[in-house]
């Protein structure tokens, strides 16, 4: 769905070459709703800015008439981020940039991206990722100390400090706002939040976990320092590493190297360094995603005597990551997505 023939032309080209059938195109969002509707593809590519109805409205008719995973091709300019983030809370599963004036020379890098994430799409359990879209606000979380909020934190006695690790792909970005929206600032923990998503939206996915969360949430930037009601979202295009804890504050790293899992950043990079530098209680959480990033992090944070938690089948969109998680035998908890943050919780108070 987009209203450039070019575009379109475009994608059919870089899926039809990887043995994935286009059924139809549409120009705009009426057509959209319209051919999805009569076609029921398994998948749909959808531009934002269309003449008659936009991408976000007609992903939203979609959901509500012909539910189907929606893929948001989204531009790489900073409102581009804003109204992709916009897209997924009406339902979109996931987004990928769209593919811009470099196409010609970065071909091979532009195919691999959005054909593997249209077929992750096609694997999302839409009525999962409906469920995890309805985030709690900031005063869901208890506004004032002492609240009991979370199933009841007033009833728990926390350390002076922790650290939670949480990573997630596919499906996360509603989830961990969810997670983090949901923790009390009285829990004195450090967040580090690994969601597999590129350059350029991890600073509004930040500043969008800020607004629903009690603790100052931003992109981790390298040598960062943070405390207690602190949290830090690793920047797409970088792998986050903890080097040092120290007078309660966390050290943090930032490197370009290989990805990982075919990932850049990559969570199991984040919680094994966890593992090894951080003192104190240290729970890793794994949420909804495809692949198996995150299950080398959570059994070195399991065999460093940390906690973990994993999201279960019936609330996530991809039960892949968690999955491969449970299957490896390094986690202590499968908890649905809205009982996630009660695991962490519960696990620092035994700490």
């Not at 991890?202 to 629903?212: I, V």
């Not at 080097?243 to 490197?255: A, C, N």
């Not at 990982?260 to 090894?276: Q, V, Y």
């Not at 035998?329 to 035994?350: K, N, Q, S, W, Y």
């Amino acid at each position: 769905m987009d209203d450039s023939q070019f575009m379109r032309t475009l994608i059919r080209r870089l899926l039809e070459e990887e043995d994935i059938e286009v059924v139809d195109e549409a120009a705009d969002g009426v057509e959209a709703v319209e051919t999805v509707a009569d076609r029921r593809p398994d998948v749909v590519t959808m531009d934002i800015e269309m003449p008659r109805k936009n991408g976000i409205e007609a992903v939203e008719e979609i959901m509500a008439d012909s539910p189907t995973p929606v893929l948001i091709l989204s531009a790489h300019a900073d409102e581009g981020a804003d109204v992709t983030f916009e897209a997924l809370d009406k339902g979109a599963v996931d987004f990928v940039k769209k593919p811009g004036g470099e196409v010609t020379s970065n071909m091979p890098k532009v195919r691999r991206e959005l054909v593997g994430k249209v077929r992750e799409a096609a694997a999302v359990d839409l009525s999962a990722a409906r469920a995890t879209r309805k985030t709690p606000t900031r005063a869901a979380a208890g506004a004032g100390a002492g609240s009991a909020s979370a199933g009841g934190t007033a009833a728990r006695s926390f350390p002076d400090v922790a650290t939670l690790v949480v990573g997630a792909s596919t499906g996360g970005p509603n989830v961990v706002e969810g997670v983090l929206a949901a923790l009390p600032r009285e829990a004195n923990l450090r967040v580090l939040v690994v969601q597999h998503m590129p350059e350029g939206f991890t600073d509004r996915f930040a500043d969008r976990l800020d607004g629903h969360s009690q603790y100052r949430v931003r992109e981790a930037s390298d040598g960062d320092r943070i405390g207690p009601g602190e949290a830090r979202v690793a920047p797409g295009g970088k792998h986050l590493r903890v080097t040092d804890d120290r007078g309660g504050r966390l050290r943090l790293e930032l490197d370009g190297s290989s990805p990982l899992h075919g990932t850049r950043p990559a969570i199991d990079h984040t919680m094994s360094s966890a593992a090894e530098a951080v003192s104190g209680p240290l729970v890793g959480a794994v949420l909804t995603g495809m692949g198996k990033d995150g299950v080398d992090g959570m059994t070195d944070i399991r065999r460093a005597g940390g906690s973990t938690v994993a999201q279960d089948e019936s609330t996530s969109a991809i039960f892949g990551m968690p999955k491969r998680a449970i299957e490896a035998g390094c986690v202590d908890e499968v908890l649905p997505a809205e009982e996630v943050a009660d695991g962490v919780l519960d696990a620092i108070a035994r700490d």
